[in-house]
């Protein structure tokens, strides 16, 4: 039987990493507020383990994106399928990830998910030539994880 699972990214900011990687992927941002505003008002919350970002109420230090394909649950906006939670941690990125994700350009050619990626706030590390099994660029995010764009 296979099982659900969720990818999880340490973070210093998770709304803003959120926001990059939905736009990247192009995945929707998780919208749990009305489950905040329920948790809320029956004082299982308390107002400082929130935060708004984009007029959204969110739960402090978490954000999530999840496949704009895939099934989520409309009373908590949680994602039932693909996605990817950040939580921020109080400790900054040090070393080497060893944990990728690789985005694959399609349609829209390396060349433009490149540029593209960078615009969104993406740092180009390098470009990896391997003769005629392809290239593809190592890149990092606003928080400086590493990813693959081929």
């Excluded at 900011?13 to 749990?32: S, T």
């Excluded at 660029?137 to 081929?150: H, I, K, M, S, T």
Aim: net charge negative.
């Amino acid at each position: 039987m296979a099982l659900h699972w969720k990818l999880v990214v340490d973070s210093e900011n998770a709304p803003v990493l959120a926001d990059f990687w939905a736009a990247a992927l192009g995945y929707a941002v998780e919208d749990p507020s009305a489950l905040v505003d329920q948790l809320l008002a029956a004082g299982h919350l308390a107002q400082g383990q929130t935060h708004e970002h984009h007029g959204r109420r969110n739960f402090r230090g978490f954000a999530a994106i999840r496949h704009p394909d895939d099934p989520f649950d409309e009373a908590s906006g949680v994602g039932q399928g693909r996605r990817i939670l950040f939580q921020d941690v109080p400790e900054r990125k040090s070393g080497k990830n060893r944990l990728h994700i690789d985005i694959h350009s399609g349609d829209e050619g390396l060349t433009a998910l490149v540029e593209r990626l960078a615009g969104l706030g993406a740092s180009r590390v390098r470009e990896v030539d391997q003769g005629p099994a392809g290239h593809w660029w190592v890149l990092r995010d606003p928080e400086g994880n590493e990813f693959c764009a081929a």
